[in-house]
């Protein structure tokens, strides 16, 4: 079994940075796909930004330029490094990874609020 732990959400104002880290545990060997997703109150779940195993990105248009994620394989974790920050971005960030032959895990989430 996996679980995956998150970290770093919180409160900060407009303009403002936060760093979001995801490490999974349990029965790794591998991992393919890590990512955020975010849930906005009354929206869907959203991608936010995923990486792959060789290092290549896809984001969401709405933080491009902003937000940065990485991954530390050794570690298996995923981090979000959220810069300018705007109240639209209020939401639920969850993390996500997905193992080689398909199996996809998700954090429990962690609430990040910007403040106009």
């Known amino acids: 079994q996996v679980q995956l732990t998150e970290s770093g959400g919180g409160l900060v104002q407009a303009g403002g940075s936060l760093r979001l880290s995801c490490a999974a545990s349990?029965?790794?060997?591998?991992?393919?796909?890590m990512g955020w997703y975010r849930q906005a109150p009354g929206k869907q779940r959203e991608l936010v930004a995923e990486?792959?195993?060789?290092?290549?990105?896809n984001s969401a248009d709405s933080v491009k330029g902003r937000f940065t994620i990485s991954r530390d394989n050794a570690k298996n974790t995923v981090f979000l490094q959220m810069n300018s920050l705007k109240p639209e971005d209020t939401a639920v960030y969850y993390c996500m990874m997905i193992m080689p032959f398909g199996p996809r895990y998700w954090g429990q989430g962690t609430q990040v609020t910007v403040s106009s």
């Open positions: 349990g029965n790794i060997f591998s991992i393919d796909v």
């Open positions: 990486i792959s195993s060789g290092g290549s990105t």
